[in-house]
């Protein structure tokens, strides 16, 4: 259920309840609904609805909705009960995101619900409770309660002690959660152990066994170059360089107003040149058209470098090693067979003969496929941005072949090391933002407001039936101007891969 929310004044977000019209509050026969006079079909529901809930969250929301229901007025008792039920609440929380059974995130706002809850109800601020658990009544209504206004008036209803008696609830259902993380860290730690003892036993193979494991194994190990974490490591550097290289803020750039305002436009880019928000977006865009350039000449490169008597022993071992997965995958479909080494040769051969090129391909500096990328990013930043110091100049050229060589590195070569083949997407100016994806500067409720401004970097990962994001989109979002549904989901159905 899509959740509902209004702006309202200190600093607590309304969330705005299902319609109290909608919601069945009686029986065919007049009835109350969860009357405690009658028993009939919706008790047995809600207490069903009660027994499957599963997630900390909406014991927390259930807590202030049972206690909003009793007075604290003119009885110290109940008052000091209610302070005390709420600490041994928030130390439960705590306890599960030590045992990691939450994340610190979450468990910071469902502790922070809690102590504003009940400052808001000891100092009698009855608007601000009052909001909040509107708010816990509109979060459990999203966790599948219906008739809420009914069982809210059944609260009322009940005596103290009843009360209670569903608090316990709260509090035994808390425990379990806690015995189960408990459970879970002394299994996550003698996991811990066997790796420990699995990984001294590697370290007392021959380094041949070492070899022959490699060659076996689909995976690299931890301290290869193409170890997942450090292809992560790298991308997150090339990042950093690319913001360097595209840079058009200060005193030391000068920025063609003709040039950046026309690619903005051509992006269908909503910022409006200038701006400090236009040059941060045509920063982000200059990045792209970074990535989009040096992976051009790149293909070029590798489809005619014998045509243009260029050194082709790149293209030659990416051509041919092409051909030869192409050949042993229909040799897996057609020769008949129960081996497992057939089955991951194309793998196999993939991910060692890249891995080589990732290690030494294009690694002349003179190189000329590098040197004449280089050139050609130079003359395009060029277009856009006029470098006024001499020294940052230098700088530049300097950075754009390292950027060349490290973007044909990564998304030529090391993105194909790794037991998927790892694809990338950039995403258009006007999609969602879907934070599964894509990050930025903004938080996940805030992003259901926003779509696509520009993306600079894009998403890395595998876009097949097995999606996988590996690093996201570096994206700069914009509010929406219309009411579109549209999912990213949807979207990425119909996406080319490597679209520019």
């Not at 599963?54 to 110290?76: A, C, G, H, M």
């Not at 700088?395 to 790794?418: G, H, S, V, W, Y």
Request: aromatic share 8%; with cysteine.
């Amino acid at each position: 259920m899509e959740k509902r929310t209004s702006a309202t004044n200190n600093n607590i977000i309304l969330r705005q309840r299902e319609p109290k019209e909608e919601q069945r509050l009686m029986c065919n026969n007049d009835t109350q609904i969860y009357a405690l006079e009658t028993i009939h079909s919706l008790d047995w529901k809600l207490f069903r609805w009660l027994a499957s809930l599963q997630k900390v969250e909406n014991f927390i929301y259930l807590f202030i909705v049972i206690w909003n229901s009793t007075s604290l007025r003119d009885n110290p008792q109940i008052s000091q009960e209610f302070i005390n039920d709420t600490k041994n609440l928030i130390e439960s929380v705590k306890e599960l995101a030590t045992f990691k059974a939450l994340h610190t995130t979450q468990s910071n706002e469902y502790i922070s619900n809690l102590i504003e809850y009940k400052n808001s109800r000891c100092a009698e601020n009855h608007a601000l409770s009052k909001k909040l658990a509107n708010n816990a009544w509109a979060e459990l209504e999203d966790n599948r309660l219906n008739n809420s206004y009914a069982f809210e008036e059944q609260l009322l209803r009940l005596t103290y002690d009843q009360k209670m008696y569903l608090r316990q609830m709260i509090y035994h259902r808390m425990s379990s959660f806690r015995l189960t993380a408990t459970k879970l860290q002394y299994a996550w730690k003698k996991i811990g152990n066997l790796q420990e003892q699995i990984k001294a036993l590697k370290e007392e193979n021959s380094q041949q066994q070492a070899a022959l494991g490699k060659i076996i194994n689909v995976s690299w190990d931890d301290d290869d170059c193409n170890s997942s974490a450090k292809l992560i490591s790298d991308i997150e550097e090339l990042q950093d360089m690319l913001t360097d290289f595209t840079m058009v803020q200060g005193s030391d750039f000068k920025v063609n107003k003709d040039s950046a305002t026309n690619l903005l436009k051509n992006y269908n880019c909503h910022t409006k040149y200038p701006s400090t928000d236009a040059e941060l977006v045509l920063g982000a865009l200059l990045q792209r058209c970074t990535i989009a350039t040096v992976l051009d000449e790149a293909q070029k490169h590798i489809l005619n470098a014998r045509s243009e008597n260029f050194d082709p022993l790149e293209s030659d071992i990416v051509n041919t090693t092409e051909s030869l997965i192409s050949y042993t995958e229909l040799f897996r479909e057609k020769r008949k067979g129960n081996d497992d080494i057939t089955k991951i040769t194309p793998i196999k051969i993939r991910q060692h003969v890249y891995s080589a090129l990732g290690c030494r391909g294009f690694s002349d500096d003179e190189n000329p496929l590098i040197k004449r990328t280089a050139n050609k990013l130079l003359d395009e930043m060029n277009q856009f941005r006029q470098v006024t110091d001499k020294e940052t100049s230098d700088e530049l050229i300097d950075l754009a072949l390292n950027i060349t060589r490290e973007i044909i590195n990564i998304f030529c070569f090391r993105l194909k090391t790794q037991a998927s083949e790892l694809q990338h997407k950039f995403f258009q100016a006007g999609q969602a933002i879907d934070t599964r994806y894509m990050q930025g500067s903004f938080g996940r409720e805030e992003a259901k407001k926003l779509e696509v401004e520009i993306c600079g970097f894009p998403c890395i990962g595998v876009f097949d039936n097995d999606r996988k994001v590996f690093t996201k989109a570096q994206v700069i979002a914009r509010q929406k101007r219309s009411n579109s549904r549209d999912s990213i989901v949807n979207t990425m159905k119909s996406m080319v891969i490597g679209n520019k």
